[in-house]
């Protein structure tokens, strides 16, 4: 019979993350833990293949009351989660210009508000060419569609030749682009744009000759490094010009090991008080005829770990702990890949890795053959350390090197 409307986008029977990890569970549950490697899950797994969760935020979570969660919340959130989000997002930095918050589920909601408010139906969306796969489809579920440029050069440094080609390509056509960059510790190669990439990068959208809105998807901001190193690129937004329009992508699913409570914002750094106001009203507004207010419960938590310094003091401990525990696995798996004489995509940190190669599907299927569950892309393999222990991270580096030379 046909129902549904396909209305331009390719849906697929079964998605195909969700999908290849229940072939990686039904095999631990078949032959046990020690016996597989499940490199699919983008969430922080314990060594035990546990999720973890941290239990400074269960204990704020304790403390809710029922109003906490069953009352209705504003749209654009609470006053005491909106400060959180300020607080958490720009650390020991201090934004300059006109700050909005508006919350949203989930980093994913962040991204379906900006698309819907700053781009057309029918408009191309700029983003790297390795890029969540999800981009794509929150692109075409509003009738838009995403452009991308080369992310790295021959040299493996960030293209910045190609992003200032494709961004005046699409401004012949459009008289704004949404521009996304996944940074710190991108989603699936781990790489962060360094300060002199974000010059770059800076000196790029202020002469595109169209307006920017720069979306700043920051999912993986607190296990990309040192917690001031990682935003230090915060002050050179600062030297945006008029024509662009800073907007961060923030969520509450990594940074409080929270994926569940689908919490978000996007939060904006307009220059002046009119632009800021705008996206306030259109933020606002897409949020009430999508998914209109946000889960209350943890917009409260949110708010209490960021208003009790000794209660931040424990989340942040707690966090630097999971933190370099992966950035540890990520130093194994990527000098292991090196010493068995295979580069991975370059890396800086974060969940994933991700190792270029012919016939991906291939690969990955070999590898799935011998229990090692990962991820084929278009042009690779993505490995989530997240989810795998140090040791396990050795042997699918040395699997996989195995298999690509
Ligand atoms: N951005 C990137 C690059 C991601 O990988 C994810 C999640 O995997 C998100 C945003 C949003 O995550 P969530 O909606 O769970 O907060």
Redesign the pocket.
Known sequence: MNFVKENNRVIPAEDKVFALSGRAKAAIAKKGKDAVINATV?ALLDDNGDLVVMSSVVDAIRTLTPQDYAEYAPITGTPAFKEAVVKALFGNYKPSGHVEVCV????????TNVIANYSQPGDFVLTHDW??A??RNICSQQGRKLATFRFFNEEGSFNADDLEIRINELAVHQDQVVLMI?TPA???TGYSLSNEDWEKLIRIVNKAACKVVLFM?I??IDYAGEEDEVRSFIPMLAKLGDNVLPIF?Y????TLTA?GM???AIVCMAKNAEDAEEFRRAAEYSARSTWSNCNRSAMVVMGKIYSDPELQAKVDEERRMYRDMLLERGRVFEKTLNDNGVKCVPFTAG??VTIACDDPASVGKKLEEQDIFCLALAKGIRVSIASISKEKCVKCAEAIAALLK
């Open positions: 983008g949203t589920p989930g980093g994913t909601g962040s991204i890029c969540w999800n981009y996944n991108h989603n699936p998807d999912a993986y992508g969520s509450t699913s990594k994926y689908r919490c978000g969940f994933f």
